[in-house]
């Protein structure tokens, strides 16, 4: 953190001469590869509302945890969503609904199993806001330390694995006659997604979550010709929307997190006007 | 139920044996006591009214559908210990607007290296190569989205034939495809077959090509109806009554 404090001094940006902007910075500049690279996934195998309803599903593991007197309440939500996922895909799996109606009755029970919890014995629902709302400014280096070895981890498993998930996402079928393990293939993301949204929801909350998990490839997409201009985009759009939605939020007084969404919304405006360059 | 690794009885070379196959999705019987044998260097047409159990048996025979019988693959004087099955998916599941082009869908299913970091030049080269087999190498760089009927089916055929299968499974090629299309894909199929002397088991709901290309129809209905040479089929009244009296395309 001392090298990254040190850049920051040397570097002629007013806002970074505040500790809190520094760290905020850096978290942004973790968080936007890794949900840039995830989005690409979570888009292309139809599954935005589903990582939605795994950050309603991290909320309530939160306060679960909180409840049962954990000393870190985080491990017992990434435990709480784990379970949602791979209960999701059972069900999923075994359902001739639609996937959206399964996620709909998953997500619904996940919200109000946490508003129940969290309120139980006329507790307030004030504490848990920071999880829904999010505040990047207040991030924490313990928490930057988090969201880097989450980076790290979801870059393994995307050089491993990312041949894999995409054709498992495009046609499951051809996937399958390729050998590839569909159903295993698909819990894996699908506990990945878990993992890393109840990770960063402690640091960044739902907003910012949902809007990096979907908004960077749903415009990438919107210009892509090929797999290598999608990845690439996702994560540029992702850091250009980070650190212009943190700038923008110093300079007006604004919540960050709201900026980065509304940015990340214009980019997918724009794109979507261009689409029909890419032929 | 596992696939056997045994050829079967049969007098020619037998590629792919299916004796008393049935399947049952909750209650509800979908193919009862199949029976087909197809040999190799073959081509069979699998044909029947909508809601038959093509899809059903073809998901059998991939080994994505549970099933009660014997499915048996072999190959001529050697035994492979898993069948490698060249799949042709129906071309309309793939999503017109997925950022993909036809070299990284090479790429996702025959390389290690991660398609979103490019091809290696090798892997560019065997793509190539692949494409070629189809008369398709103008294609590569073509977003699987944006190509016809014909040139889907052909980057997908191609696709299927790498590495060389025991048999090449098509669902339902020429749904999309022009006249034109059609008659080149066919040209195409049948040039491979000789070449590789491989077996093909196709699904269609178009009987215009049955009498030039394949050696053998299968009619069935949840069970066989009647198989044999596409006049013996075409021409039977099993045939009139599951398409004419059923509403199907004839």
């Known amino acids: 953190?001392?090298?990254?404090?040190?850049?920051?001094?040397?570097?002629?940006?007013?806002?970074?001469?505040?500790?809190?902007?520094?760290?905020?910075?850096?978290?942004?500049?973790?968080?936007?590869?890794?949900?840039?690279?995830?989005?690409?996934?979570?888009?292309?195998?139809?599954?935005?509302?589903?990582?939605?309803?795994?950050?309603?599903?991290?909320?309530?593991?939160?306060?679960?945890?909180?409840?049962?007197?954990?000393?870190?309440?985080?491990?017992?939500?990434?435990g709480f969503s784990v379970m949602f996922a791979l209960l999701f895909s059972y069900v999923r799996s075994r359902s001739n609904q639609a996937a959206d109606t399964i996620i709909g009755v998953f997500s619904s029970t996940a919200v109000a199993l946490g508003i129940f919890v969290a309120t139980l014995g006329g507790g307030s629902f004030t504490k848990y806001n920071k999880y829904?709302?999010?505040?990047?400014?207040?991030?924490?280096?313990?928490?930057?330390?988090?969201?880097?070895?989450?980076?790290?981890?979801?870059?393994?498993?995307?050089?491993?694995?990312?041949?894999?998930?995409?054709?498992?996402?495009?046609?499951?079928?051809?996937?399958?006659?390729?050998?590839?393990?569909?159903?295993?293939?698909?819990?894996?993301?699908?506990?990945?997604?878990?993992?890393?949204?109840?990770?960063?929801?402690?640091?960044?909350?739902?907003?910012?979550?949902?809007?990096?998990?979907?908004?960077?490839?749903?415009?990438?997409?919107?210009?892509?010709?090929?797999?290598?201009?999608y990845h690439l985009l996702s994560v540029l759009f992702a850091l250009f929307a980070g650190i212009g939605g943190l700038t923008v939020s110093y300079y007006l007084g604004s919540s960050a997190g709201a900026a980065i969404s509304l940015i990340l919304a214009g980019i997918f405006a724009v794109t979507f006007g261009l689409r029909k360059v890419r032929g | 139920m596992r696939f056997s690794l045994h050829g079967g009885p049969c007098g020619h070379s037998c590629c792919l044996r299916v004796e008393n196959v049935s399947v049952t999705i909750g209650s509800d019987p979908i193919l009862q006591n199949i029976n087909l044998h197809v040999h190799c260097g073959e081509m069979v047409a699998l044909i029947g009214p909508n809601g038959a159990g093509k899809s059903t048996f073809l998901k059998t025979i991939l080994g994505q559908q549970e099933y009660d019988g014997i499915i048996a693959f072999s190959e001529p004087g050697k035994r492979s210990k898993k069948p490698r099955i060249g799949y042709v998916p129906q071309s309309p599941a793939f999503d017109p607007s997925d950022?993909?082009?036809?070299?990284?869908?090479?790429?996702?299913?025959?390389?290690?290296?991660?398609?979103?970091?490019?091809?290696?030049?090798?892997?560019?080269?065997?793509?190539?190569?692949?494409?070629?087999?189809?008369?398709?190498?103008?294609?590569?760089?073509?977003?699987?989205?944006?190509?016809?009927?014909?040139?889907?089916?052909?980057?997908?055929?191609?696709?299927?034939?790498?590495?060389?299968?025991?048999?090449?499974?098509?669902?339902?090629?020429?749904?999309?495809?022009?006249?034109?299309?059609?008659?080149?894909?066919?040209?195409?199929?049948?040039?491979?077959?000789?070449?590789y002397d491989l077996s093909i088991l196709m699904t269609t709901h178009d009987f215009s090509m049955l009498d030039r290309y394949a050696d053998q129809v299968v009619l069935i209905d949840r069970q066989v109806l009647i198989s044999g040479k596409p006049e013996t089929v075409l021409n039977s009244p099993e045939f009139s009554q599951a398409f004419h009296m059923k509403g199907g395309r004839a």
């Not at chain 1, 001094?9 to 905020?24: G, R, S």
């Not at chain 1, 996934?41 to 599954?47: A, D, L, P, S, Y």
């Not at chain 2, 090479?106 to 892997?123: H, T, W």
């Not at chain 2, 980057?155 to 790498?162: C, D, Q, R, S």
Request: some cysteine; proline content about 5%; glycine content about 6%.
């Open chain 2, 99 to 195: 950022p993909l082009s036809v070299a990284d869908l090479f790429a996702c299913c025959m390389s290690r290296r991660p398609a979103f970091l490019g091809l290696s030049g090798s892997m560019r080269e065997l793509v190539a190569e692949c494409l070629e087999r189809v008369h398709g190498e103008d294609l590569i760089d073509k977003r699987v989205g944006t190509l016809s009927g014909g040139e889907l089916q052909r980057v997908l055929l191609a696709l299927a034939l790498e590495p060389l299968p025991n048999i090449l499974i098509l669902d339902e090629p020429l749904s999309g495809v022009d006249i034109e299309g059609m008659e080149n894909l066919m040209d195409m199929l049948d040039e491979i077959r000789k070449t």
């Open chain 1, 132 to 229: 829904l709302i999010g505040d990047i400014l207040s991030v924490t280096p313990e928490e930057i330390v988090l969201l880097a070895l989450v980076l790290i981890c979801v870059v393994i498993f995307w050089i491993l694995f990312s041949n894999r998930l995409s054709l498992t996402a495009i046609h499951p079928q051809l996937a399958s006659s390729r050998g590839i393990p569909v159903g295993l293939s698909q819990t894996l993301f699908t506990v990945a997604i878990a993992v890393v949204v109840t990770l960063s929801i402690s640091s960044v909350g739902l907003l910012i979550l949902n809007s990096l998990l979907v908004l960077p490839a749903a415009s990438a997409r919107n210009v892509s010709r090929n797999l290598k201009e």
């Open chain 1, 1 to 78: 953190m001392s090298i990254w404090y040190a850049i920051c001094d040397i570097l002629p940006i007013p806002m970074l001469h505040w500790d809190f902007m520094k760290n905020a910075l850096l978290a942004l500049l973790l968080m936007a590869p890794l949900f840039g690279l995830m989005s690409t996934m979570i888009v292309t195998g139809r599954m935005s509302f589903f990582s939605d309803a795994l950050g309603h599903s991290a909320f309530t593991g939160i306060a679960i945890g909180s409840i049962f007197g954990l000393a870190f309440p985080i491990w017992g939500a990434v």
